[in-house]
T-cell receptor
Framework: NAGVTQTPKFRVLKTGQSMTLLCAQD?????MYWYRQDPGMGLRLIHY???????AKGEVPDGYNVSRLKKQNFLLGLESAAPSQTSVYFC??????????????FGPGTRLTVL | LAKTTQPISMDSYEGQEVNITCSHN???????ITWYQQFPSQGPRFIIQ???TKVTNEVASLFIPADRKSSTLSLPRVSLSDTAVYYC???????????FGAGTTVTVRA
């Protein structure tokens, strides 16, 4: 199992450009998440999905869109990148338990710089 | 979601035991306590989870008092490679929006 993979690992954008970050998991997990982490800060939830075809907003959704067309993939889109979106983006997935364990598995991250 | 409070940073030396206490006064009956570890330039990874009393695995121990309003992550005999940020999270199996705070930065020195 590859676990959770993210593409690309690094990207530099100019203000106003668009891009899509891809997250893929091969663990048959139902839930998937996108977080951003700014320097010295904790992770903040952008959007999440509790199943194929469903998405929902997290703490900081503005400026981002997501899609979950296939269970194993969760895409994060930036339609018009801004310098404030310079951050490290982490994807995670989890197989919801029966009320106890809910361990999130994280990808390696995508480091995005917007000039 | 129950809010958690943990120290911003802790320093230690190789071979010592490190104890990080997390406060969660509003923990709900169904909530579990989970700790994650994050190394620089990597995503967080699961360390340990517990509901009450004590849980131990090959990496750490988790102590939870009877009132469950706090918990302590114990890292025995730390090494330089244990330098990382440690996050305490509280939630139940239906909390698919677990909140990561700033965590505790543990620095282990030689």
């Amino acid at each position: 199992n590859a676990g959770v993979t993210q593409t690309p690992k690094f990207r530099v954008l100019k203000t106003g450009q668009s891009m899509t970050l891809l997250c893929a998991q091969d663990m048959n997990h139902e839930y998937m998440y996108w977080y951003r982490q700014d320097p010295g800060m904790g992770l903040r939830l952008i959007h999440y999905s509790v199943g194929e075809g469903t998405t929902a907003k997290g703490e900081v959704p503005d400026g981002y869109n997501v899609s979950r067309l296939k269970k194993q993939n969760f895409l994060l889109g930036l339609e018009s990148a801004a310098p404030s979106q310079t951050s490290v983006y982490f994807c995670a997935s989890t197989l919801p338990g029966t009320g106890s364990t809910d361990t999130q598995y994280f990808g390696p991250g995508t480091r995005l710089t917007v000039l | 979601l129950a809010k958690t409070t943990q120290p911003i940073s802790m320093d230690s030396y190789e071979g010592q035991e490190v104890n990080i206490t997390c406060s969660h006064n509003n923990i709900a009956t169904n909530d579990y306590i989970t700790w994650y570890q994050q190394f620089p330039s990597q995503g967080p990874r699961f360390i340990i989870q517990g509901y009450k009393t004590k849980v131990t695995n090959e990496v750490a121990s988790l102590f939870i008092p009877a009132d469950r309003k706090s918990s302590t992550l114990s890292l025995p005999r730390v090494s330089l490679s244990d330098t990382a940020v440690y996050y305490c999270l509280v939630g139940d199996g239906n909390d698919y929006k677990l909140s990561f705070g700033a965590g505790t930065t543990v620095t282990v020195r030689a």
